[in-house]
């Protein structure tokens, strides 16, 4: 695992790409001096001032364990059946959605376990809500991010 601090020009691509895809009252107004742990190659672990993330190639989605930053996107929540594989990466499939919030195709979501409200994972949304809704299977959210993955781990380690 490398460490070292973004550059301007990658903190002001970074801030371009969550001014657009994170709710504007969790999007930071500013970002200076961000440490980049890399995990591995575009995969990245982004520990700022009042600002954790994770980095996916080009997506930025916000770490799993800041549960104030992710209670301002929308969620899906499923089932008891879903988490185990939830928690090791799967998609989230339409058969185990119980209850989903409004989004867009290719919107940040986070993933809830449906009795107790944990957070459990975060992705990119593969359908629309409405779609997701008329759907009987199918994956509905890419996993990028979910508890006890590299990230998370890294996280840990850092402190």
């Known amino acids: 695992m490398r460490k070292y601090t ?11 790409f969550v001014d657009k895809k994170w709710p504007a009252n969790v999007s930071p107004s500013k970002l200076k001096n961000i440490q980049a742990i890399e995990i591995e190659e575009n995969h990245n672990l982004l520990i700022g001032e009042s600002f954790l993330a994770v980095q996916v190639n080009e997506i930025v989605l916000p770490f799993i364990g800041n549960e104030e ?3 301002s996107f929308p969620s899906v929540n499923v089932d008891m059946g879903a988490i185990k594989f939830v928690c090791n990466g ?6 185990g959605i119980v209850k989903m919030d409004d989004f867009n195709k290719d919107d940040i979501v986070v993933i809830k376990d449906n009795t107790h409200g944990k957070f459990l994972a975060i992705g990119i949304a ?3 809500s409405k779609e997701a809704q008329a759907m009987s299977k199918g994956a509905v959210v890419d996993n990028i991010h ?6 998370w ?6 402190k």
């Open 69 to 71: 930053v992710l209670k």
């Open 6 to 16: 973004l550059s301007k020009s990658d903190s002001s691509t970074l801030l371009e």
């Open 126 to 128: 593969l359908v629309s």
């Open 153 to 158: 781990e890294a996280y840990k380690e850092s």
């Open 90 to 95: 799967a998609k989230v499939m339409r058969p």
């Open 146 to 151: 979910y508890v006890s993955d590299q990230f």
